[in-house]
């Protein structure tokens, strides 16, 4: 009937302008998400596969092993059947021999068995005694002669006897003396870990130069005591997985300070978060402070740009966006309506579209007296 064709346009009008508010208003949200869905999670995959190919399974293994903590990687065939080759080589006997014979022949190895036994050579003075000697050669042919590596296996034939003279001091004063010999095989240790850096290429030239003083101020006074504000953060980076490489990132002892510090908040991560945020050390661990440990790991494997979200909005509604944008399963056309929306139509129109879909359903004399 006439008579009732204008109201039913008036509905039909508001159920229109509701709809659109409806769409624009999910396109806003949409937008706002983007802002996060935009963003690309790292694909670990072709580094990991390059790294095996160079025969660096220690690090692959760790690099792989970070991402695979998240269900985008875990879930993935292809990164479990690397990570299964990967796990299949270094448990098979002949690698570990291998790495282990690394370690005692040169000191040197990327896997945590050789480096603890070239570690163990050095406290025993058996590797000390071989890199001077070694040296020595060099010198005897004319070539060039290792002065980092000569100081370090001085200071380190010096911490030896110094180790021995407390020990023995120990059993004289029935174990009285026994914290001092302890601190000298820490010491000791620190120094076998930071001659494996050097070995690597690893060690930074600010730690070689002071290295050097610490050389001749050992020969003076046959004592470490030069060394000890350093062996802790040293020790620190040393127990790092990839610490060795942290510590050649630093440039001076307050940054080793702070970076000693990164790597005790975020532990066996450490080297990956600073491999793929490429922030310094210090800023990390402000973030962690902030938004935690977790939230900080979930961000950098967004980037940079995960990090400046997750700052932006805070660990919770940044968690709770990743979760919801991960979990999705409605994504069909609705969702690519809002997708396009939300790139193509300025906000300004959406907000406006958001508005009118309100205000149409408020009675038309309420507006009056507001007005």
Not at 165 to 189: E, H, I, L, M, Y
Not at 298 to 320: K, P, V
């Amino acid at each position: 009937m006439k008579w009732s064709s204008v109201p039913m346009l008036r509905l039909l009008l508001k159920l229109t302008l509701l709809l659109l508010a409806a769409v624009a208003a999910g396109a806003l949200w949409q937008k706002y998400a983007l802002g996060l869905d935009a963003l690309v999670q790292t694909d670990p995959l072709p580094h990991t596969r390059e790294l095996v190919n160079t025969d660096h399974y220690a690090e692959a293994a760790q690099y792989l092993g970070f991402f695979m903590h998240y269900d985008y990687v875990s879930a993935n065939p292809q990164a479990q059947t690397l990570a299964r080759q990967i796990d299949e080589v270094r448990n098979s006997w002949g690698y570990q021999l291998k790495k282990v014979g690394e370690g005692l022949l040169t000191g040197t190895s990327d896997e945590t068995l050789g480096l603890v036994a070239g570690v163990a050579s050095d406290l025993f003075v058996i590797g000390d005694i071989r890199d001077l000697a070694g040296e020595g050669l060099h010198l005897a042919k004319g070539e060039e002669v290792d002065e980092v590596l000569v100081a370090l296996a001085s200071i380190g034939v010096v911490a030896s006897a110094a180790q021995a003279a407390s020990s023995a001091g120990t059993v004289a004063s029935a174990g009285a003396a026994a914290p001092a010999a302890v601190a000298t095989t820490s010491t000791k240790t620190e120094l076998a870990t930071v001659k494996a850096a050097h070995k690597l290429g690893m060690l930074p030239k600010w730690l070689g130069n002071a290295l050097l003083d610490s050389a001749r101020a050992a020969r003076e006074s046959r004592s470490i005591a030069s060394l000890a504000g350093l062996a802790g953060d040293v020790s620190t980076l040393a127990h790092t997985p990839g610490g060795l490489r942290l510590l050649k990132q630093t440039s001076n002892a307050d940054n080793l300070s702070h970076m000693a510090r990164f790597a005790r908040t975020f532990g066996d991560n450490s080297v990956i978060l600073y491999r793929l945020v490429g922030n310094s050390a210090q800023e990390l661990t402000r973030l962690a402070a902030l938004h935690g440990q977790q939230a900080v790991e979930l961000a950098a494997t967004f980037g940079q740009n995960g990090l400046r979200m997750l700052d932006q909005l805070g660990a919770l509604r940044f968690t709770l966006i990743v979760s919801r944008t991960s979990k999705m399963a409605w994504k069909g056309n609705l969702m690519d309506l809002l997708a396009h929306l939300a790139m193509q139509v300025p906000q300004w129109l959406l907000l406006l579209l958001s508005l009118l879909g309100v205000l149409v359903w408020i009675p038309r004399r309420l507006l009056v007296r507001a007005g």
